[in-house]
């Protein structure tokens, strides 16, 4: 299973792209900066959420730089050829939950949203709901020890 749960400041406002299929999807950057003593260490990562059948954008309209937000999904790092030919590697994540949480300098507010597109079952006609039966109650006595 590949799977990351990230905490970071959004790095650039989210945009709306598509693909030539016409495949919507969300980009935005992520930064994560971890602390060790006096030292800082920051870690960018490329953010993609894909738009699924009757998903929404509007997410990426509070997706706004500084704001910090929790994303989960796949991780994979790739490598490329920068503007001036040197090597250069990302660090990618197709991101399957959005957690807005707040702080963006823009609104101000402390929003909190979540947004995924993980389908819920329905249950069938046949199935019937489960219902958690109560426990018998039980004697200390009854106990071998």
Not at 34 to 39: A, I, P, V
Not at 61 to 76: E, F, H, P, Q, R
Not at 122 to 144: S, V, Y
Request: glycine share 10%; charged share 15%; aromatic share 6%.
């Amino acid at each position: 299973m590949n799977i990351i749960h990230l905490i970071g400041n959004v790095g650039k406002d989210a945009e709306v792209k598509s693909t030539q299929q016409g495949k919507q999807y969300i980009s935005f950057s992520v930064a994560h900066t971890e602390k060790f003593g006096d030292q800082e260490k920051t870690t960018w990562f490329s953010c993609t959420k894909w738009v699924n059948d009757g998903g929404s954008t509007a997410v990426a309209n509070y997706i706004k730089k500084g704001g910090k937000v929790a994303v989960m999904g796949n991780i994979s790092a790739r490598a490329y050829a920068g503007a001036d030919g040197t090597p250069q590697a990302s660090l990618d994540i197709r991101v399957i939950t959005i957690e807005l949480m707040g702080g963006t300098p823009q609104a101000g507010a402390n929003t909190q949203a979540t947004v995924t597109h993980t389908p819920t079952p329905t249950p069938t006609p046949t199935q019937k709901p489960q219902t958690q039966q109560p426990q018998p109650a039980f004697n200390d006595d009854d106990l071998p020890f």
